[in-house]
């Protein structure tokens, strides 16, 4: 296939995929489930105004958002799913309120015609749509009023200061008076309630609720659509034509790799620039920040059995829950992303072969601002959930509360800025190449285009703003998260590595260039619009869900071929006796090409057809993907850039291997049993309660403080371990390549 034909390919799949992207976000927009100016009981009594909901959404993301359970199936998985757990609280409430006005019983004291005829009453009480779009008013019956009254009450309970639920609230790793103030309480009980609302009210004209009849609950007539499950049927027919089509492409136009390695290493005269060298301390903060990251983490597994406790330390009291599982992830997100934008200053002048006057200032004042965005977003959002700031200093300097993008919004506004200073010198130094080097041409321009999305697209995260609709924060929030998290750093990642290996002369730059081209093509085919899979249930029309489980299922498609991606990169670790001096870097492109097929691939899959997320999503199944995919694959590379820049800074001393070969060796096993004999088996168990009882049940502390759920849950502890041992040992033999003790001198 020509490098102008797949260009064109490449120029299509950009301008479709983004064209119907925005189209259905202007449709979420349109369709979203409506903020009531006011709600107002049958007798006139007004309960909430919208302006209390959009407050309350304010307040709940200062408490960490979804850092504290899951609001429509997205956030921590320690405490509840809250709008699953209001909603069958609410229905037991509403039930018994019936039960012993008509019969003088409680609900579980009748018959099952009794049962079935009260429950029949619950389905038409709960799924009316009663919201008057002329008015803007949502009326709801003096009974469901007395159930937000006592919903209310035991929110009140659960999030400030009621003693008698001590014990629940260790269950669920949430702080006594992690809300202080009653009319803060009272806000955030609207916002619970109206997300609620959206989960179990008919759109209009339709039988199906605003977020497709999510959660799964039996008793409120919660059940999978008929669009749900045939789709989910279209979704394993699209993956199985992708995976024979592309293997047809590879048997009949794979080409044979490479010509000969080199004899010597073609990289040992290269000079190293001072802009090169500066990025040296890039490296040693990213092994800090991993540092930090797995110890946030190691705290944050260790709540989920000892609820506000570290092995007896009440840690909650300065350390909650919602603050150290915010900076595991924060923190993962900042270093990956911190390698491989070093690595990407550190090739720049190196493929160009000239120094930009002034690069090393930028590259230096760069890491200053770096430093100050990750401790003053950290100490920001401890602040915010803290309650130590007002509402509106929140959001601009404390806690946003939406997953991988919590930070504040100056704090974010500070890093889109330092990410365009990144693209400038990045720029200004591949000037020269693009100028000169027409073999490596269409190579670098691929490379500076995924330098420009990887700036450009953070700014999805600005499209919100303090009160918008969580609908749509939540379509922005995954702009960032899939398309610039997992898209196109998943893209400026194969250039890098491509580039490298055409730099040692073990793949032609011919080869790589149409390699780099074919492969991004075909990710992003299904990257780009699987974007829709993480927005299946969250007020979003039907087709969202058609287009998500069609595109998000190609997503897997690459992935089956990543044993032949693995086998590629151990046949040039063994080319020459040179390259070998780059096993290790290599070994970890080799682990990220086994968890993205077991990480991306095999755990993605098994959560992404909308009949299986139906009952999956927010279940312990989410970071079984979610840790084999984000560490797996993505720090699996930033790891493995990281140490083949770190080889190529100093090429005339000689490794150490034994420290960084327990490091590799101990972080993949360590990460497999994690997964494999704690998190896999607790979310299959979760799953299995959603089916048969419904997801209130599946998060619930009833459910979760089972002993065999806590001994799945200590089991965790041993992959955990091995795993916080290879990550210390790769740390050792980072900072000893600076100390001497991680190196060897050559004679």
Do not use: C
Not at 3 to 14: A, N, S
Not at 89 to 107: C, H, M, P, S
Not at 368 to 393: C, E, F, H, P, R
Not at 725 to 743: E, M, N, P, R
């Amino acid at each position: 296939m020509t490098t102008r034909k797949l260009w064109i390919g490449f120029i299509l799949v950009m301008t479709i995929s983004f064209g119907v992207l925005g189209y259905y976000g202007r449709e979420i927009y349109r369709e979203a489930p409506p903020i009531p100016e006011r709600v107002i009981t049958t007798e006139g009594q007004v309960v909430m105004t919208g302006q209390d909901i959009k407050d309350g959404q304010n307040v709940w993301q200062s408490i960490g958002g979804q850092e504290v359970g899951t609001i429509w199936g997205h956030g921590a998985y320690q405490a509840p799913d809250w709008n699953a757990d209001w909603l069958h609280r609410e229905a037991v409430f509403i039930l018994n309120q019936w039960a012993g006005l008509d019969y003088g019983l409680t609900y579980e004291q009748l018959n099952d015609e009794q049962k079935a005829m009260l429950k029949a009453r619950l389905q038409n009480e709960l799924r009316t749509n009663t919201y008057d779009p002329a008015t803007g008013v949502l009326t709801i019956s003096d009974v469901r009023a007395k159930a937000f009254a006592e919903m209310s009450r035991y929110y009140r309970g659960l999030f400030m200061d009621d003693p008698s639920m001590d014990d629940l609230r260790d269950a669920y790793s949430i702080p006594a008076n992690s809300i202080k103030t009653e009319d803060r309480m009272f806000k955030m009980n609207t916002f619970f309630f109206w997300t609620t609302w959206s989960t179990i009210t008919h759109r209009p004209h339709s039988e199906v609720t605003y977020t497709n009849n999510w959660p799964p609950d039996e008793l409120v007539g919660n059940k999978p659509t008929s669009s749900l499950i045939l789709w989910t049927g279209f979704s394993v027919i699209v993956l199985l034509a992708g995976i024979g089509l592309m293997i047809w492409f590879y048997a009949s136009r794979r080409e044979e790799e490479n010509e000969e390695a080199p004899h010597q290493n073609p990289l040992l005269q290269v000079p190293q620039t001072p802009s090169m060298k500066a990025t040296l301390k890039y490296f040693w903060i990213v092994t800090a920040l991993i540092l930090v990251q797995i110890s946030m983490g190691v705290i944050t597994a260790h709540y989920g059995v000892e609820g506000q406790g570290f092995y007896g330390i009440p840690l909650a009291q300065l350390l909650p829950y919602s603050i150290t599982r915010t900076w595991h992830i924060q923190l993962a997100i900042f270093w990956i992303a911190t390698s491989w934008l070093a690595t990407g200053l550190y090739l720049a002048p190196a493929i160009s072969g000239q120094e930009p006057k002034y690069q090393k200032l930028g590259v230096n004042l760069l890491f200053g601002a770096l430093l100050v965005i990750v401790v003053g977003s950290l100490l920001g959002q401890w602040m915010g959930v803290m309650q130590k700031l007002n509402l509106v200093d929140n959001f601009w300097f404390g806690h946003q509360g939406y997953e991988y993008v919590d930070l504040g919004r100056f704090w974010q506004l500070f890093l889109f800025a330092g990410l365009f200073i990144w693209l400038f010198l990045m720029g200004r130094a591949l000037l020269p190449a693009l100028k000169n080097q027409k073999e490596n041409r269409h190579l670098l321009i691929m490379f500076l285009i995924a330098s420009v999305a990887i700036a450009s697209f953070y700014g999805a995260g600005l499209m919100w703003g303090r009160q918008t609709h969580l609908a749509l924060a939540e379509y922005w929030r995954w702009w960032v998260v899939h398309l610039w998290v997992e898209g196109f750093f998943e893209v400026f990642a194969t250039v890098a590595i491509a580039f490298l290996f055409v730099r040692m002369k073990l793949i032609k730059a011919s080869l790589a260039t149409t390699t780099v081209l074919f492969s991004t093509i075909i990710f992003l085919t299904g990257g780009i619009l699987g974007t829709f899979h993480h927005l299946y249930f969250t007020g979003t029309p039907t087709a969202v869900m058609a287009i998500g489980a069609s595109f998000s299922a190609l997503e897997v498609v690459p992935l089956v071929l990543m044993g032949y991606e693995a086998y590629h990169n151990l046949g040039i670790s063994r080319a020459r006796e040179w390259v070998k001096t780059y096993r290790w870097p290599i070994y970890f492109f080799v682990a990220v090409a086994f968890w993205n097929f077991l990480g991306a691939g095999i755990f993605g899959f098994l959560i992404n057809p909308p009949i299986a997320l139906y009952y999956m999503q927010g279940l312990n199944t989410t970071p079984v993907h979610g840790h084999t995919a984000l560490f797996g694959v993505y720090g699996m590379l930033g790891m493995g850039l990281m140490l083949f820049v770190l080889r190529e800074m100093n090429l005339n001393v000689t490794w150490k291997e034994k420290p960084i070969k327990i490091a590799f060796w101990s972080i993949n096993i360590g990460l497999l049993l994690m997964v494999l004999i704690s998190v896999l088996p607790v979310g299959l168990a979760q799953t299995w309660v959603s089916v048969k009882y419904g997801l209130w049940y599946a998060r619930s502390a009833e459910f979760l403080q089972t002993p065999a759920m806590e001994t799945l849950r200590w089991l965790r502890a041993i992959g955990d371990t091995i795993f916080a041992v290879g990550v210390l040992f790769l740390a050792w033999f980072v900072f000893g390549l600076k100390g001497g003790w991680s190196v060897e001198k050559k004679d």
